[in-house]
């Protein structure tokens, strides 16, 4: 499915699905005819980043195809020996924690190199743009003329902005953009979940150099 009918290059997700981790981009490709004559090494994938800590509390909400140790009165229970599995593409996944799984995941992207490309017979680099999720939501216009102008785009029509659910009728649980607003845009909202273990067992094994590099803080 294109976002665009009318712009041929514009794809609703990267041909290896769109919570693939990067190195699933040259092993699997979604079954669909539409992806099938797409060349990989061309493809500029947009990786949308978050908070851990924010991203971790969403996730009991919506968990998605991941299971790891957790009920409704204990979530998100970012703790030791709490592993996480998940299947994604073609094939599973299994991290020790939520934390280990924010790591490698976007670690896989921000890294994305000429030797960690992971295609072996190819030695081209693979650009990637990323994009934090609390830029897009408190500044969506002024990222997206960004995306756009990176993409060698142009914006040629009043920004528009979608405040319903794009999701409304879909799941309850869903955010608005008022009340992703309320729940990103506050401080207090980023601890409000955790536990002061497990805030301790995030903090000491969070990858900081990268929490640094996306310009996000480590709880204490």
């Known amino acids: 499915q294109l976002q665009n009918s009318s712009?041929?290059?514009?794809?609703?997700?990267?041909?290896?699905?769109?919570?693939?981790?990067?190195?699933?981009?040259?092993?699997?490709?979604?079954?669909?005819?539409?992806?099938?004559d797409i060349v990989m090494e061309k493809v500029l994938p947009i990786v949308m980043v978050r908070d851990p800590y924010t991203f971790f509390s969403s996730l009991c909400r919506h968990f998605y195809s991941l299971h790891w140790p957790?009920?409704?009165?204990?979530?998100?229970?970012?703790?030791?020996?709490?592993?996480?599995?998940?299947?994604?593409?073609?094939?599973?996944?299994e991290w020790s924690s939520l934390v280990q799984l924010w790591n490698e995941y976007y670690s896989e992207y921000y890294d994305y190199t000429t030797t960690t490309n992971y295609n072996q017979d190819?030695?081209?680099s693979s650009p990637r743009l990323m994009v934090r999720m609390e830029d897009l939501l408190f500044h969506p216009e002024a990222v997206?003329?960004?995306?756009?102008?990176?993409?060698?785009?142009?914006?040629?029509?009043?920004?528009?902005?979608?405040?319903?659910?794009?999701?409304?009728?879909?799941?309850q649980r869903t955010s608005s953009m008022v009340s992703a607003m309320i729940r990103y845009g506050s401080s207090s909202q980023r601890r409000s979940s955790f536990s002061v273990t497990e805030l301790s067992f995030v903090a000491a094994h969070l990858n900081r150099t990268l929490m640094s590099r996306l310009g996000y803080s480590i709880l204490s």
């Open 70 to 93: 957790h009920t409704d009165e204990q979530c998100p229970n970012v703790v030791e020996g709490t592993p996480v599995r998940a299947k994604l593409g073609n094939q599973t996944f």
């Open 7 to 36: 712009s041929m290059f514009t794809h609703f997700q990267v041909p290896w699905g769109k919570h693939s981790p990067a190195s699933q981009r040259f092993h699997w490709r979604i079954p669909k005819p539409i992806y099938s």
């Open 122 to 124: 190819d030695s081209t």
């Open 144 to 171: 997206v003329q960004q995306i756009c102008t990176c993409a060698g785009g142009t914006l040629t029509e009043p920004f528009w902005y979608e405040v319903d659910s794009v999701k409304n009728g879909f799941d």
